[in-house]
T-cell receptor
């Protein structure tokens, strides 16, 4: 079975550009999570969805960040405009509601 | 919010040695997961363990939820066990799945 799929795996962009990260959860899972990993802050939750509905976005750092889940098999995390401090590894994870979470390989974002 | 503390922060061992990693959490939790982040950055699920003891090969884990801690045991260490081990908990909220709160991890190095 395919795990959580993320694209791109690496993204290098310049400050001010729009960045879109993509995630395909495990088929049948109905919860989806976006996390960010940095050296300073470790792994932190940004936002999560249950049944395609955003439940808690209190971890989203600021209005430049937005996330959508138009259907059960696809989600995007968008940063507009991007800044150097957004450089991090962004992970997507999925689960059945209330159960074990499985992580994708991550997207390493570098903003110059 | 809930606090998750892992110890030790760093551990260097010789191949074949055994080790115990600890995770303390500050409040009751609905669930707990252990992950291994390998040198390529991938988060590998090790255990999903709200309470009790589980074993998988050379690894085992015990969670004592009433005393707010979990232990991860690695026996007969191999160089491929190197990486960062994370404990992550689900804080208690009303209904549905919530995001994981991660500890800062234990960085394990197994020397040949």
């Amino acid at each position: 079975d395919a795990g959580v799929i993320q694209s791109p795996r690496h993204e290098v962009t310049e400050m001010g550009q729009e960045v879109t990260l993509r995630c395909k959860p495990i088929s049948g899972h109905n919860s989806l999570f976006w996390y960010r990993q940095t050296m300073m802050r470790g792994l932190e939750l940004l936002i999560y969805f249950n049944n395609n509905v955003p439940i808690d976005d209190s971890g989203m750092p600021e209005d430049r960040f937005s996330a959508k889940m138009p259907n059960a098999s696809f989600s995007t995390l968008k940063i507009q405009p991007s800044e150097p401090r957004d450089s991090a590894v962004y992970f997507c994870a999925s689960s059945l509601v209330g159960f074990e979470q499985f992580f994708g390989p991550g997207t390493r974002l570098t903003v110059l | 919010g809930i606090q998750v503390e892992q110890s030790p922060p760093d551990l260097i061992l010789q191949e074949g040695a055994n080790s115990t990693l600890r995770c303390n959490f500050s409040d009751s939790v609905n669930n707990l997961q252990w992950f291994h982040q390998n040198p390529w950055g991938q988060l590998i699920n090790l255990f999903y363990i709200p309470s009790g003891t589980k074993q998988n090969g050379r690894l085992s884990a015990t969670t004592v939820a009433t005393e707010r801690y979990s232990l991860l045991y690695i026996s007969s260490s191999q160089t491929t066990d190197s990486g960062v081990y994370f404990c992550a908990v689900w804080p208690p909220r009303g209904g549905g799945a919530d995001g994981l709160t991660f500890g800062k991890g234990t960085h394990l190095i197994i020397q040949p």
